[in-house]
């Protein structure tokens, strides 16, 4: 069961919200960026120690290389955010926008944090043939690295062009710095080799910048998508924009691949305060939310989603609940639509109760159609049921089922049937589908 831990005014789901495939590919394109990043710092540092005299041209390509360091562990964490470390299109762009903003806003970035690292140095005793405290270089390596990641953090949320999402990858960056800094020199120890010690240190560098800023995204989150039935079943969207479309194409934010039924530029989530609406884009295929087609729907915490062979679980932190007074009396309950079986208007509506537990209206005095096609009433997305698989009739208290010549077929209990009534606590099975009938 999931454990929920509460807060004044929300509900945190402990456990349930990190998403470590986030984490674990933006920690390792961070990874990757630095160990990239590491080769123009190697080519410009290469033979220099901290107790030579730089030249001035030495001194620009040191604050050149370490820039083009930032930009590609900025580039590669933006381009992790698809969620795949293909060569695609969109990927690149990805790739290249984060690492330019990244490389323009590290150049001064850079600058201060080498000015700083310097004058820590000097502090320490550090100059021209001179050696001086170790203690100093450690700290001044640690406040160097420690500003760095902050500005590839601050790249990062801003190659999104998320402003509101800026402080969480300052954060994000300036603890991954931190991180990466303190363990540079122990690395650099273990190693006994500069060439290999510094790339191991940049690469630890990325990898906690990518980890930390992944880290803070995810535990600061309020609104995202799981997919719980499709090709990237598992997968999860967080909901970060004000405007998030949803789709087959690679532009989307919430990009469905895999599935012609889903159209390139299929629906859009809007957020509103602290209210999420999906608008349907896709006249035919059509838009689904608890098994009723929406062209508008205001979502709550624990809708299903379906878009074309996709079902997506709507998980929201902020608790949006529907006001009572916007709900429709029993009587008019729309199909489809989940509702609590706790509640005693609720439990006078005849309803079909999923393995899961959810409740599905029928409709009163007409004809609910189920199916796995999303033009049914009630959609099962299984690949066991038919597109077109059953249908169930309400009429003056006597509730009946008939089959529409499914593949898999319709039972009751152990009989399959092509017509029969069904009464008060009933199991219907249609294909692999299990549902129980409460009148």
Known sequence: ME???????????????IDRRELVSKALAGLIGGALGWIPVEITSHGHGLTEAATTWS????????????????????????????????????????????LAISIPGTYYSNALFNSILSAGGWG????????????????????????????????????????????????????GGVLFDPIGSLSQTG???RLLGFSVLGLAIGLFIGLVQELTKTAWLVVEAGRLRGRQFRL???????????????????????????????????????RNLAVQAGVFVNGARVESSELHDGDRVQIGGYELRFRSIVETRRPEANQAPPPAAVAGTPTSPSTSNAA??????????????????????????????????????????????????VCRIRDLGSQNGTWLGD????????????TIRVGDAVLTYHA
């Not at 390596?141 to 953090?153: A, C, F, K, Q």
């Not at 998320?162 to 991180?179: E, F, H, M, Q, R």
């Not at 532009?251 to 602290?274: K, M, S, W, Y």
């Not at 096609?373 to 099962?380: E, F, I, Q, S, T």
């Open 348 to 397: 006078t509506v005849p309803c079909l109760i999923r393995s899961d537990g959810e409740r599905l209206n029928l409709r009163v005095g007409a004809a609910t159609r189920i199916g796995r096609a999303l033009d049914n009433d009630l959609v099962l997305n299984d690949a066991s049921v038919s597109r077109h698989h059953a249908v169930v009739e309400l009429h003056n208290g």
């Open 128 to 179: 021209y043939d001179h050696p001086g405290s170790m203690t100093y270089l450690f700290v001044g390596r640690v406040v160097g690295w420690s500003l760095m990641g902050l500005m590839v953090g601050i790249g990062a949320a801003l190659a999104n062009f998320s402003i509101a999402n800026v402080t969480k990858g300052a954060l994000g960056g300036l603890v991954g710095g931190l991180v």
């Open 240 to 278: 970060d924009a004000n405007t998030i479309t949803v789709g087959r194409a690679e532009e989307n934010a919430v990009g469905l691949f895999g599935d012609q039924t889903v159209a390139p530029r299929h629906a859009v989530i809007e957020h509103r305060g602290q209210h999420y609406t999906v």
């Open 195 to 197: 060439l290999v010690s």
């Open 59 to 102: 001194q620009i390509g040191g604050l050149v290389a370490l820039a083009m360091m930032a930009g590609m562990i900025g580039g590669m964490i933006n381009a992790a955010a698809s969620g795949s470390f293909n060569a695609g299109s969109a990927n690149r762009r990805r790739f290249l926008k984060g690492f330019l903003i990244c």
């Open 3 to 17: 454990r929920v831990t509460e807060f004044p005014g929300i509900g945190v789901r402990a456990g349930a919200a």
């Open 415 to 426: 009989a399959r049937i092509t017509d029969g009534t069904l009464t008060n606590g009933m």
